[in-house]
C-alpha cells in the first residue's frame, strides 16, 4: 500500500469523524450541530433547558430556542435568541405543572436549515403548594374607544358595537412572583377582540379567556396587562340599562389567586327596563 493511498484513507477517516462524529450532539446541518442539555434549577412550576450550538465558521444569522410538552410532540416553545458565534445557551419554560415529566429539545436555525436535538426529559416537583406569603396587587380598568374619553375608570358608560380596552395592573412590593397568570371570562355580550400587549410589547399571542401566562413578576416592577372588546350588537340587550360586570382572575405560586373588577353600563336605546348581568 503506498503512501499516498494510506494518507487518503487517513484522510478520509478524519473527515467521517470529523463529520459524522457530533451526531451523538444532534443532527448536523451544514456543519453545524446543536446539542440538547440537562435542564437544571428544576421547580413545580418552571425549569431552566440548557442546549449547545456548535458552528464551525463565523456565523452571523443564528436563532436558538427550545421546544418542550409533556411528550414528543412538544406543543410549545420558548422564544427565539440570537446566538452569532454558537457556544451555550440556556432558557426558562415557565407555566409547567406539578408532578410532570416533560420532554424538550433544542433547536438552531442557521443559514443552512433548522437543526434539531437530540430529545430529553425532566421530571417538576410533587407539590403545587404555595411556598411564599407574598402580596400581588391587581386593578383592573376599562376605557371606552368608541367614545373618545380616554379616561381609565373602574366603570365605564358605554353603547352596543361600542369598542373598549381593559387594562389590568399587576405589582409587587417585597418579592418576586412567579408563574403569573392572568384569566378573563367575559361576560355575555362583551366580544374579545385581541389587541393583546404587556407592558405595550405587542408580541403576546393567545386568549385571555384561556388564560396568558406572563412569568414572573419581579418585585417593584408593575406590569400592565391590555386588551380589546367590543359590546354586542343591540339586538343582544334589552331596552334601557345593562351592567355587565367583568372578573379578572389573576394566579401565582406565592400569593395564590386574586381577582379584579370593572364595569360596563350599556345603554340600549330607549329605557324601558333594566336588568344585570355579571360573570
Known sequence: MTK??????????CFTIFSFGTLVQGQIV??????????????????????YLGIPYLSYSNYVYFQWGTNSGYGNQTPQQYLNNGGSFSQIATGLAYNTTYHFRAVAQTGSGTIYGQDMTFYTGQSNSYYGNGSLSAQKQVINLTS??????????????????????????????????????????????????????????????????????????????A??????????????????????????????????????VVSNALVYGASTAST
Do not use: C
Open 30 to 51: 451544514g456543519g453545524a450541530s446543536v446539542q440538547t442539555n440537562s435542564a437544571t434549577n428544576i421547580t413545580n412550576y418552571q425549569a431552566t433547558l440548557n442546549g
Open 148 to 225: 373618545g374619553v380616554l379616561s381609565w375608570q373602574s366603570s365605564v358608560n358605554a353603547k352596543p358595537g361600542d369598542i373598549l380596552s381593559f387594562a389590568i395592573t399587576l405589582q409587587n412590593a417585597n418579592q418576586d412572583m412567579h408563574n403569573v397568570i392572568i384569566r378573563d371570562l367575559l361576560p355575555a355580550n362583551l366580544i374579545y377582540r385581541g389587541n393583546l400587549t404587556i407592558n405595550t410589547n405587542t408580541n403576546y399571542g393567545g386568549d385571555i379567556a384561556s388564560g396568558v401566562n406572563i412569568g414572573t413578576i419581579y418585585a417593584n416592577q408593575p406590569i400592565v396587562v
Open 227 to 264: 386588551y380589546q372588546v367590543q359590546v354586542a350588537p343591540a339586538a343582544n340587550f334589552v331596552y334601557g340599562i345593562t351592567t355587565l360586570t367583568n372578573n379578572a382572575t389573576i394566579t401565582s405560586t406565592e400569593a395564590g389567586t386574586q381577582t379584579a373588577s370593572a364595569t360596563v
Open 4 to 13: 499516498i493511498y494510506k494518507a487518503s484513507i487517513l484522510l478520509l477517516i
